[in-house]
C-alpha cells in the first residue's frame, strides 16, 4: 500500500495497538510513539503494547505512551516477521509499517518502504498526510527513530534523504542536543566496564577485515550489567580500522545466543543471518541460534568467509 492509502487506513481505525519489535530499539519504539502520539491528536484511542524489554533510556521516551494491550486494531512497526513479535503478544495485525526487505507479510495490510534508513522517515511521511503537520513532541520521537537506526548518522545506511528527514525534525521542534546526549552520548558505569572486556576480548580476521565480539552472560554479570546496558553493542566490533564485517554475539542463555551482523554492503549481512532463521538488511541484520555464543560465532564468521572468498 502508499503512504496515502495506509494514512487513509489509520484515519478509518479506532482502537488502535501499536505494535513494537522483540529487544526494542529507537527507530521501532520511537516511531511507534510519534504515531500514537498523533493518532490521539486526532480523538483517536491510542496505545503503544506494553513490550516487556523496553529499556530505560527508551521508557523514558515511551512512557506517556503505554497501554495495556487491550486495544482491537494492531497496527506494528518496524517488525519485519511473526518471530520478532514482543513477548506476551498473540492476534492478528491489521497493518504493518516497515522498511526491512525481508518483511514476511504477516500483516492484512503492508505500507514497505524497503529504501528507507529507518522506519521513522516512513512514519514521519505517514504522521504529514494524516495530520497535515508535525508537533515537536513528534519530532522528538521521530528523531530519535532515525537518528538510533543510523547510528548517529554514522551507519551507510545513512542517505541524503535521512539527513534531510532529520534536518526537517529540527525545524518541527525535535531537541537534537538532549536527544543525542541522551542516547548517544550517556551511558551508566556498568556499561563502560562490558564495553572494556568486549574491547579486551575482540577477534579479529582477514587481517582485521572481520571483527568479532562475544558477549557472555559472565561478562554481564562482572560489569553489573543488565538489558539496559545493551542499546547498539553491535557497533563496537565495527569501531577497528579497515572493518568490513563486524559480527557480535551475545549469550541471551546457556546453549542460546543472538548474532548481530553489520558490513560495509560488500557483504550481505541478510544472506549470512537468513542462514540461521534470522534477516533484516543487507548491512545490518541478527539471528539467534540454539548454539552457545562462540560456536555461533564461529558459524557466523564461516557464513562471512565464504562470501568474501
Known sequence: MTVAECAAALRAADDVLLLTHARPDGDTLGSAAALCAALRRLGKRAALYPNPEITESYRVLTAPYLGDGTETFTVSVDVAGETLFPRGFQGAVALAIDHHPGNTGFAAQTLLCAEKASCGEIVMEVIETLCGDLTAEEANLLYAAVSTDCGCFCY??????????????????????????LLFRACRLSRLKLEGMIFSDLRSRHDGKINIAVVTQEMMARAGATEDDCDDLASLAGKVAGNVVAITVRELAPGRSRASVRTDGSVDANAVCARFGGGGHKMASGCTAALAPEALAEQICAAVEEQMT
Open 156 to 181: 551507510a545506511n545513512t542517505t541524503a534523504e535521512t539527513l534531510r528527514a532529520a534536518a526537517y525534525l529540527l525545524d518541527c521542534g525535535a531537541d537534537n542536543h538532549r536527544l543525542n546526549k
